[in-house]
């Protein structure tokens, strides 16, 4: 008699469960609004969301604003919300700031902060026409 254990090839997976206190992760979106273009709030927008852990991206709009999106821990996304408000970068001068509800994720969707630049829009499409 062999006591030997063997694995089935057909066994799944295990996947281990999440501690029970471990810190979800959320999804923010965001608009500011005011003198925030030109005066590098971008810059301190990524240190600011590097310093705290979180992932996504900011960049300029087309409207003078810088928009973005977020991820993390929903106390750390709390901070750069504040920040977002009232802080920002020392040249700029915040009007507003609008926020997205806190949306729960399984995993966060980036590898890390990030500025995205704004694409110059498409030329429009050539028209052709046809002559008999």
């Known amino acids: 008699m062999n006591n030997k254990i063997t694995k089935s090839k057909f066994t799944p997976a295990v996947t281990p469960l999440a501690a029970p206190n471990a810190a979800s992760i959320f999804r923010c ?17 990524n240190k600011k969301a590097q310093q705290l852990g979180l992932v996504g991206w900011c960049m300029n709009t087309d409207e003078g604003t810088v928009k973005g999106v977020m991820e993390g821990t929903l106390e750390n996304i709390i901070e750069m919300k504040d920040w977002l408000q009232h802080k920002g ?11 997205s509800s806190h949306e729960p994720l399984v995993i966060p969707s980036f590898e890390k902060f990030s500025i995205r630049t704004l694409r110059p829009r498409d030329p429009p499409p050539a028209l052709h026409c046809t002559h008999p």
């Open 89 to 99: 970068s020392p040249r700029s001068v915040i009007q507003k700031a609008v926020f």
């Open 29 to 45: 979106m965001f608009e500011v609004f005011g003198k925030v273009q030109g005066v590098f709030f971008r810059k301190h927008t």
